[in-house]
């Protein structure tokens, strides 16, 4: 899957990599493309499920959507005998691809947090209040996260790891490093600590990001509604 996507141009990546699918009833996000049919059974609680619903949002496979588009764009110059150059700038043109991909890793957490505060039928006004007293997405992953499932945000990658056989910490230190680039970049406008090759691995990344957030919805939402169908 990694490699594959950085080929796949014909296609929106976006629709390519919409693998995840909600369960209406119980709340269980699985593969299980059977689910976008009417009148599904899930294989968890059982229910027919009326209508397909991906996990994720338009919001999150529109921005891989740009991603991909920003990806393939070639930028040639063509010279005074009519023949095409590829600048040594090149590289450059594809800088979008690294502040989308932080991006994403900002839009998921939020929606991580939507749910969870859904799940927990907590009110409106202290959701609007806890979000302005963590206004950032690092205090969000530091303060409102640990607040809302009890765990550390590494404590819960290397749980994770552990029970599904992933690699997501290793993934969260390359997040990471992608951020920093990329705020370098946003606030001095350096652009030497984006490497050639942060492009294509952030494309090369998006899926298992989206793993992981299908999995953080497991751990933490779906076994809240799970936990309250069993009293």
């Not at 932080?102 to 947090?113: P, V």
């Not at 969870?116 to 806890?130: M, Q």
């Not at 001095?188 to 942060?198: F, L, R």
Request: proline letters at 2%; glycine letters at 4%.
């Amino acid at each position: 899957m990694k490699n594959d996507v950085l080929k796949i141009k014909d296609r929106l990546l976006g629709e390519v990599l919409d693998k995840f699918f909600i369960c209406e009833h119980c709340k269980i996000v699985d593969k299980d493309s059977g689910r976008v049919e009417r009148e599904n059974k899930c294989s968890n609680c059982k229910n027919i499920d009326d209508r397909g619903m991906s996990y994720f949002s338009t919001q999150v496979t529109s921005l891989i959507n740009l991603m991909q588009e920003f990806y393939h764009t070639q930028q040639v110059i063509t010279d005074e005998n009519g023949e095409g150059h590829v600048p040594f700038w090149v590289g450059n043109v594809k800088l979008p691809v690294v502040i989308f991909f932080a991006t994403l890793r900002e839009l998921l957490l939020n929606n991580l947090i939507d749910e969870l505060f859904k799940a927990r039928n907590i009110d409106g006004d202290i959701c609007e209040r806890l979000l302005k007293d963590s206004p950032t997405h690092k205090q969000r992953l530091d303060n409102l996260f640990k607040s809302l499932t009890g765990k550390k945000w590494k404590t819960a990658l290397t749980q994770i790891d552990k029970e599904e056989r992933k690699n997501f910490v290793s993934l969260d230190a390359f997040i990471i490093n992608v951020v920093k680039a990329r705020n370098d970049f946003l606030h001095n406008g350096n652009t030497w600590e984006i490497k050639d090759n942060m492009a294509e691995d952030c494309m090369k990344n998006i899926y298992p990001m989206l793993e992981l957030h299908a999995c953080l919805h497991n751990h933490f939402v779906f076994t809240i509604y799970d936990f309250e169908k069993e009293e």
